[in-house]
């Protein structure tokens, strides 16, 4: 009980003074955003159309898509998860244009990693551009609630030199598209994407590096419910950023993301120097995350660290 308090305090702190633009967007029912993707007889609009459950059962996994494509804006979904077991399920909110670019192709994802009784919730985030899936750049963090009890809302703000990702409003990652010599260039995510809803077999690789695996027969048909749509670009008449204005986030926002990070990070690829000897460029190192995440998993961080700029 003690736990929980804390950490809505926590989410309360957060949500009161992170970026007000971002809050109460205009949403769209998902018959006016959106189309079946694959897997059609699982994608079951709700409320007139306002809402969709999408399942995986023996037959199909499933999944949508927006009808248009967009060029920056922000995107949010409020989304529940399938409840009890729930390993090797995957469950995505992302952007993505694989389908008019199949070898250039750019990605922003949330992905979801399943659930086993008595483990914590992870949320993974990633994103790439021009085809360099060769780089993966995931980060996977703790969610500090139950993610099958009630929607929660995942959004993604992207302009031409930033990403940010947030949970409930609160800021969990930020990239900036630096311009200099060393930049993360065609890396980072530039043409036109659409945006998706999907949920699908991940056993391999999902829950606890694939230890666990979908159970269909003791547990199916698995089902994630999205509401609430946001899709917000220059095209709405309704902007919720310049993209002349300073692409970082303000003061407080980014001491409350620290903090998150802090708290509830698990993963990241920038501080994983097994993998990358001198950290992508866009990196930037922070002595207190990686202090954590050696705590948290020392055999994958060590000792050494790797070479991210400050």
Request: net charge negative.
């Amino acid at each position: 009980m003690v736990v929980h308090l804390l950490a809505f305090l926590l989410i309360v702190s957060f949500f009161s003074s992170s970026e007000s633009s971002i809050i109460d967007q205009p949403t769209l029912s998902f018959s006016e955003g959106f189309h079946p993707l694959y897997g059609e007889l699982n994608v079951v609009p709700h409320e007139a159309n306002k809402s969709v459950h999408i399942s995986m059962d023996e037959r199909s996994s499933s999944g949508f898509r927006s009808k248009l494509m967009y060029v920056h804006g922000y995107f949010e979904s409020s989304i529940r998860l399938p409840e009890n077991y729930s390993a090797g399920v995957v469950v995505t909110f992302y952007a993505c244009n694989n389908q008019k670019f199949p070898y250039v192709h750019d990605e922003i994802d949330f992905e979801f990693l399943g659930h086993i009784d008595g483990q914590e919730w992870l949320v993974q985030t990633n994103f790439y551009g021009n085809g360099s899936t060769n780089r993966g750049r995931e980060e996977r963090y703790v969610l500090w609630f139950d993610p099958s009890e009630d929607f929660h809302r995942y959004g993604i703000l992207w302009t031409g030199n930033r990403i940010t990702y947030y949970v409930d409003h609160v800021p969990i990652r930020h990239v900036i598209r630096k311009v200099d010599s060393n930049s993360i260039g065609a890396d980072f995510p530039s043409k036109e994407m659409r945006l998706y809803g999907t949920i699908w077999n991940g056993s391999n690789w999902a829950t606890m590096g694939g230890k666990y695996k979908l159970d269909l027969t003791n547990y199916g048909p698995y089902v994630a419910k999205f509401s609430n749509f946001v899709l917000n670009n220059n095209n709405t008449g309704s902007l919720i950023w310049n993209e002349n204005e300073n692409e970082m986030m303000s003061e407080e926002d980014t001491r409350h993301m620290r903090t998150f990070r802090n708290k509830y990070m698990t993963y990241s690829y920038c501080y994983d120097y097994k993998r990358y000897a001198v950290a992508l460029p866009e990196c930037v190192f922070y002595s207190d995350e990686f202090a954590h995440l050696q705590k948290f998993d020392p055999w994958t961080f060590g000792s050494g660290g790797n070479k991210a700029s400050n």
